[in-house]
């Protein structure tokens, strides 16, 4: 039986892992051996599967259907990855509209307050043209009569079709010819036909390129971190007070930490009173430092492995780190491998940053995720795209349970739990349902499989005993993508804006009469899911 646990100084909230560092889990882990039988690195099937993205042949070129005097405009929201989700869906809108698409204008005034411009963050005139043949991109509106052509504006619903937009959007276009469409995020539906979709893949992972200055410096980190070691993972740490107190979890902090979330909670009206407790068995609470580092220990990644965390204000700071710097001393983040001047050019901007955080993240081995906020989503499809690279997704709802009876089983009893409760959370090929989520996070209308990936995983399947639709993850076991139904899930009120009135009845006054520019939306996404 293990030891008990020492609590770390005064702060009951995040708990020492002193528990396990000791002889039992030193002849465990990877660095003794571990589990030899296969590479933590890599996924086992995933050389069998590639992005594929290319328009069919009945997608007609940007010059065949797009009509003159008709121009679209999308003014973005929130932080860096889900402006790019707005700016991934505005391509798709215009193409649906045969429009002209005006570079999309970003967020500079929501929580994030950043005023970079389009052109400050992504490579513009690489985007005009790689997207030439699919949608005619230009930089700003014409003037009008000489004069500056003020555009006409109003908002979609969440999750607009093909249809809602021709009903909606496209009879102001014809009387307005300019419209703009505000606080544009996930205002395009999840499933389109398959040569939108491939046009949404073409954009986000091929057309969306950041800027050189911030290319070059985000190449310099992930050049430090491979001269410190041949591997490295990328943990997403969202553990910010504001994320927590959305999530209504509590951490065991006491009056202290439930009156400063408390507060802080107050800030979104919609939300009822939490019951922490529910809230955690459902998986819904993001996990702690020290509980990521555990659940990678149980996976084989021993304690010489290096991790860049990416991250924004850690409640709790150094305290609330300590935890998981003790289970990975080699733990880094942009700050601790570059200096203030290298990152002073980036610094006062929080997209600019975020894009450093997301090219060392695209970039490592193994990408972690505490939470399932756009940053995490994104970056999930984009590493299926390119190659199915490990991604790890916490079980939060299984692995809760886990953690709450650590102090009564051993090491190598919590550490082949662990390793149960997280297949299907690993980032292997045919893990989720083509369609299920976010396009963005499972572009499977994208991903190709080839017949010798095909042939392998039916006969696998044969020799486990199972039918076709047996898939078997990088441990060589098979999984059930029922699992899935236990990921962490932080839900957005917003996403349940009223998508009714499909037939657009009083449309063109309508949808601008329910938009007052004046009155903001409250900020679930802007400070829960944007980076």
């Not at 911030?214 to 740490?237: C, D, N, P, Q």
């Not at 949808?511 to 980076?531: A, G, H």
Request: with cysteine.
């Amino acid at each position: 039986m293990a030891p008990r646990r020492r609590r770390h100084h005064n702060h009951s909230r995040f708990r020492c892992p002193t528990l396990y560092i000791g002889a039992a889990i030193a002849a465990f882990l990877v660095t003794s051996g571990g589990r030899s039988n296969r590479d933590i690195w890599t996924l086992r099937m995933s050389k069998f599967y590639y992005g594929c993205s290319n328009a069919s042949n009945k997608f007609s070129k940007a010059e065949t259907i797009t009509r003159p005097n008709r121009y679209l405009w999308i003014a973005t929201s929130g932080g860096l990855n889900q402006q790019r989700t707005g700016i991934t869906d505005a391509v798709v809108a215009a193409r649906i509209l045969n429009a002209t698409l005006v570079v999309p204008k970003l967020d500079q005034k929501s929580f994030w307050k950043d005023a970079s411009n389009f052109a400050e963050i992504f490579d513009v005139d690489w985007f005009i043209s790689h997207l030439a043949n699919d949608v005619k991109i230009i930089k700003e509106l014409p003037r009008r009569g000489g004069k500056t052509w003020t555009p006409y504006t109003m908002r979609v619903p969440r999750k607009c079709n093909e249809r809602c937009y021709q009903i909606r959007v496209l009879p102001v276009l014809l009387k307005k010819h300019a419209v703009q469409l505000t606080k544009f995020d996930y205002r395009l539906a999840n499933k389109l036909e398959t040569d939108l979709q491939k046009l949404r893949c073409r954009v986000n992972y091929h057309a969306l390129r950041f800027t050189d200055p911030i290319t070059k410096m985000g190449e310099t980190l992930v050049h430090r971190m491979r001269m410190m070691s041949k591997h490295y993972i990328a943990l997403h740490l969202r553990f910010e007070p504001d994320m927590l107190a959305f999530s209504g979890c509590y951490y065991g902090g006491g009056d202290k930490e439930i009156k400063e979330l408390g507060k802080i909670r107050k800030r979104w009206k919609t939300l009822h009173t939490s019951n922490p407790d529910k809230v955690r068995r459902q998986g819904r609470c993001p996990l702690t430092p020290e509980e990521i580092g555990l659940m990678l220990r149980a996976l084989g990644y021993g304690k010489e492995v290096h991790i860049y965390v990416a991250s924004g204000e850690v409640y709790g700071g150094e305290d609330t780190l300590a935890p998981l710097k003790a289970l990975f001393p080699n733990t880094h983040s942009k700050d601790t491998i570059a200096s203030k001047k290298e990152l002073e050019p980036f610094s006062a901007f929080s997209s600019r940053m975020a894009a450093l955080d997301f090219l060392v993240c695209d970039e490592s081995d193994v990408f972690v995720t505490n939470n399932n906020g756009n940053m995490a989503k994104i970056l999930a499809g984009r590493r299926r795209y390119f190659g199915h690279k490990p991604t790890i997704r916490p079980n939060a709802k299984k692995l809760y349970r886990l953690f709450l009876n650590r102090d009564n089983m051993t090491w190598e009893e919590f550490a082949s739990r662990g390793r149960r409760y997280q297949k299907g959370f690993m980032g292997e090929p045919k893990e989720t349902r083509p369609g299920r989520g976010e396009f963005h996070e499972n572009p499977s209308s994208c991903i190709c499989e080839d017949s010798e990936a095909k042939l392998k995983m039916e006969s696998g399947s044969r020799k486990l005993g199972r039918g076709k639709e047996g898939t078997k993850n990088d441990l060589g076991e098979a999984v059930d993508d029922q699992n899935n139904d236990n990921e962490l899930e932080l839900s957005d009120p917003e996403d349940e804006e009223d998508l009714s009135d499909p037939q657009g009845k009083g449309l063109v006054d309508g949808t601008s009469e329910d938009y007052d520019p004046n009155t903001s939306e409250e900020p679930e996404l802007e400070v829960l899911l944007s980076d």
